[in-house]
Nanobody
């Protein structure tokens, strides 16, 4: 069955960096568009970044220039490199496929 396992979250100070990983299995990863979403307390789940099978990337305006999405098709894994983190980046981050599957989420907290 389809499985997405999110990892890499944690507590980081403002200006710091984290790299999230999403290990995928149960579907043909290399032809799948993959997303990272995030949900802060009391807010809707929003798209952060997307990468197509061809490697084309798109980002939310709030993270452009700070976050980078990438993929390793040999490992079936998608990454989100997050730099220059801000307190407003605090949220649970979820991996997602366009087929409608979600990872379990990983908590990112940016605080001094």
């Amino acid at each position: 069955q389809v499985q997405l396992v999110d990892s890499g979250g944690g507590l980081v100070q403002p200006g710091g960096s984290l790299r999230l990983s999403c290990a995928a299995s149960g579907f043909i990863f290399r032809i799948s568009t993959m997303d990272w979403y995030r949900q802060a307390p009391g807010k809707e789940r929003d798209l952060v970044a997307r990468i197509t099978s061809a490697g084309t990337t798109t980002y939310a305006d709030s993270v452009k220039g700070r976050f980078t999405i990438s993929r390793d098709n040999t490992k079936g894994t998608v990454y989100l490199q997050m730099n220059s983190l801000k307190p407003e980046d605090t949220a649970v981050y979820y991996c997602h496929t366009l087929a409608g599957y979600w990872g379990q989420g990983t908590q990112v907290t940016v605080s001094s």
